[in-house]
């Protein structure tokens, strides 16, 4: 069956960077674009960052644009989101989703705080 198995999350300081880790399984990851999508309390649910399946591709959020890196290892079966110079208002649940698929991950917590 299909997951997606987020990893990387916790608590970072204002200005300070988290790798974010999302392993794929049950399904052919390659031929896959995907997607990291957040939730912070009381707002919906919003695209982050999307690659194609080749990677050759990506979109970013504009609030985000500049600060944060999605790529990914088709060797691995892995997607990545980069986050560099956090800010409090990037604390939410990260989600990993597979567009086609329809497949969310369990989610990891990402706490921008001093």
């Known amino acids: 069956q299909v997951q997606l198995v987020e990893s990387g999350g916790g608590l970072v300081q204002p200005g300070g960077s988290r790798r974010l880790s999302c392993a794929a399984s049950?399904?052919?990851?390659?031929?896959?674009?995907m997607s990291w999508y957040r939730q912070a309390p009381g707002k919906e649910r919003e695209l982050v960052a999307g690659?194609?399946?080749?990677?050759?591709?990506?979109n970013y959020a504009d609030s985000v644009k500049g600060r944060f890196t999605i790529s990914r290892d088709n060797a691995k079966n892995t997607v990545y989101l980069q986050m560099n110079s956090l800010k409090p208002e990037d604390t939410a649940v990260y989600y990993c989703?597979?567009?086609?698929?329809?497949?969310w991950g369990q989610g990891t917590q990402v706490t921008v705080s001093s």
């Open positions: 690659i194609t399946s080749t990677g050759g591709s990506t």
């Open positions: 989703f597979a567009p086609r698929l329809g497949y």
């Open positions: 049950g399904f052919t990851f390659r031929l896959h674009a």
